[in-house]
């Protein structure tokens, strides 16, 4: 695999995570914390892939790295489903897209 792609593929997972978490002004801090963490434990890993002289050396990173992201995927679209459905709810509730105003 390119350098280039553990790279690229970092920045998608930084990108994804702020448009579901930065959009949301309430969410679960551990399932957030936790995904943070992920997101720097898959820079380290990218940081070695990309150093290692043999990518045979570093085989097990990259099944890590990729198996890792994946994860990531799933709980950014698990989310997004989640308040999506939850925002439907309300409209069909409330009648209303606007949220509340605080006077």
């Known amino acids: 695999m390119k350098v280039n792609f553990f790279i690229h593929e970092l ?14 002004a309430v969410c679960d801090l551990k399932t957030r914390h936790r995904v943070i963490l992920a997101i720097i434990h898959l820079e380290m890993l990218s940081r070695q892939i990309i150093s290692a002289e043999n990518t045979d050396k570093v085989r097990e990173e990259i099944c890590r790295f990729v198996k890792t ?20 709810d309300h409209v069909a509730k409330t009648g209303t897209t606007q949220q509340a105003k605080i006077h």
């Not at 920045?11 to 949301?24: D, I, L, P």
């Not at 992201?69 to 439907?88: D, G, H, M, S």
């Open 69 to 88: 992201k994946n994860i990531l995927n799933e709980i950014f679209n698990r989310a997004e489903t989640y308040w999506k459905e939850r925002r439907c």
């Open 11 to 24: 920045r998608r997972v930084q990108e994804r995570f702020n448009q579901t978490f930065g959009v949301q």
